[in-house]
């Protein structure tokens, strides 16, 4: 499972392979009972409300500096959801690899589709998503097929 928020509204059960626009709150860490980690996040959502997010420099990650993001200008709004999900992704997870978590979460817009965001465009982050990997048969995770699992607003 991976915790993110599209840019663009999207619903239950939407499947695809390569990802719509968005930004990733905690990432990949492995799940048992899906329902209990639902409520878990609805509990913690429902106390937090929208986070107003800018859209900050291009940069480069990846092991080999190739993939271009949108970094955003740091928020201690969405640093603190952050860090609310992460203890919950670890209790699923333990062994998750959480090196680019905590102190080394870079919030970002992968460059996936046009038109790129802008420097000092403005968003707001109001739903996160729970996404799943369907196919763990295919090596290239780029071209798995990804299902939102559930939709959980933040409070308003």
């Keep these: 499972i991976i915790v993110v928020s599209f ?8 499947s695809f392979t390569k990802w719509p626009d968005h930004i990733t709150v905690v ?18 959502c429902s106390s937090v409300g929208s986070i107003p997010y800018v859209v900050g420099v291009t940069d480069y990650f990846g092991v080999e500096k190739n993939v271009a993001v949108s970094k955003l200008v ?15 992704a ?3 997870d333990p062994n998750m690899d959480s090196k680019f ?5 870079k919030p970002h817009i ?12 403005k968003g707001v982050l109001q739903t996160l998503y729970l996404v799943e990997n369907n196919s763990s048969t295919t090596e290239n995770k780029n071209q798995q ?12």
């Design 110 to 121: 992968t460059h996936n589709d046009q038109p790129y965001p802008k420097v000092g465009e």
């Design 27 to 44: 990432p990949y860490f492995q799940v048992v009972d899906v329902e209990n980690l639902v409520s878990a996040v609805k509990a913690i």
């Design 90 to 92: 670890l209790q699923n």
């Design 74 to 88: 740091p928020s201690k709004e969405l640093a603190n959801l952050h860090e609310l999900l992460l203890p919950v």
């Design 7 to 14: 840019l663009k509204p999207r619903e239950k059960a939407f």
């Design 101 to 105: 978590c905590g102190q080394n979460y």
């Design 145 to 156: 097929v990804k299902t939102i699992l559930a939709v959980v607003d933040l409070a308003a």
